[in-house]
């Protein structure tokens, strides 16, 4: 595959810096949160480039996994999946482990969210394709994802949700529009989403998605991407959303847990070995979830 990123003189990413990395990823905005994934992994490595990029290796229950910060909205996330992907070898599951806001009355703080899609109110990606082009999750990735999660004590329909998420460019202005001078044009919008039914806004996943699709059609071997959010509040009618009154560190310690135990899962699927969840029974209950008007009325 021919690169289209920048290489240093050495061969290695231009802003990742680094020459490969394992094809099972864990992805989050933060160096921090990268540098906690290190603490569940045996035999770990760590690559810290000049521009403060923590790239993490590592082995988790025997699976080779490596993580990786995308720095803070999709122009960022832009720039460091290409890389991460065209230095992996071999089939590819990288997932994204983030936060957002909720837009839907019944995803509360500290609830956790398995994104399905994204709509695409950014300008990072329409530079790879026009804007029309749908950013879905693989689809096969969702039920094991839940499955992991409700491993781990969270409850499907309760506080685990699987929806399409919003994803932005544009952090203060466009997630609370009341603040913004352009207040009548960015929240009728953004309250077009929330009947839709989306359920968060955050800022990057559309990125993962459009990457997947424009190098699955350049290398042998597929790229599965998801995305796990953590709800830290909720839109108000008037005043900032308040991010302060949930357990961070609680909700990354989980997210990561989840996030290791579904790339093994995947792993043993494409290998065509058992595992030990009922797939079957998460599927079935996410074929009965209620509607989202049903939900709305609790």
């Known amino acids: 595959m021919e690169p289209i ?16 990395i394992n094809p099972n ?32 290796h590592g082995d988790y229950r025997g699976l080779p996994v490596s993580a990786f910060p995308t720095g803070m909205g999709p122009a960022s996330a832009a720039i460091v999946i290409p890389e991460a992907l065209e230095v992996a070898k071999g089939p590819i599951t990288m997932l994204r482990l983030g936060t957002a806001g909720s ?27 026009g804007p029309e082009y749908p950013a879905f999750a693989d689809p096969e990735l969702i039920p094991v994802m839940v499955a992991s999660a409700e491993k781990h004590g969270y409850e499907f329909g309760k506080n685990l949700w ?17 603040f913004s001078p352009m207040i009548d044009f960015l929240k009728p919008k953004l309250e077009s989403y929330k009947r839709m039914g989306v359920l968060t806004s955050s800022m990057e996943f559309s990125v993962y998605c459009i990457m997947r699709d424009f190098y699955e059609g350049r290398r ?56 030990d969840v009922d797939l079957s029974g998460t599927i079935s209950k996410l074929i009965r979830a209620p509607s989202r008007f049903k939900l709305a009325k609790k």
């Open 162 to 178: 699987v929806g399409v998420g919003h994803v932005k460019d544009d952090l203060y202005f466009i997630e609370t529009p009341q």
């Open 103 to 129: 837009l839907q009355p019944f995803v509360g703080a500290g609830d956790i969210v398995i994104s399905s899609g994204s709509v695409r109110d950014e300008g990072t990606t329409k530079a790879a394709v």
């Open 220 to 275: 042998d071997d597929r790229i599965l991407t998801g995305e796990m959010l953590a709800i830290l509040g909720t839109a108000e009618k008037e005043g900032a959303v308040d991010v302060s009154k949930v357990d961070k560190p609680e909700l990354e310690k989980d997210m990561i847990e989840i996030g290791l135990d579904t790339l093994v899962l995947v792993d043993k699927l494409r290998k065509g070995k058992k595992v």
């Open 25 to 56: 990823i864990l992805t989050a905005g933060s160096p921090g949160r990268v540098r906690k994934i290190a603490k569940y992994l045996k035999n770990v490595r760590i690559e810290e480039g000049d521009r403060g990029m923590t790239v993490v």
């Open 5 to 20: 990123t920048f290489r240093t003189a050495s061969g290695k990413s231009y802003h990742l810096e680094i020459d490969k």
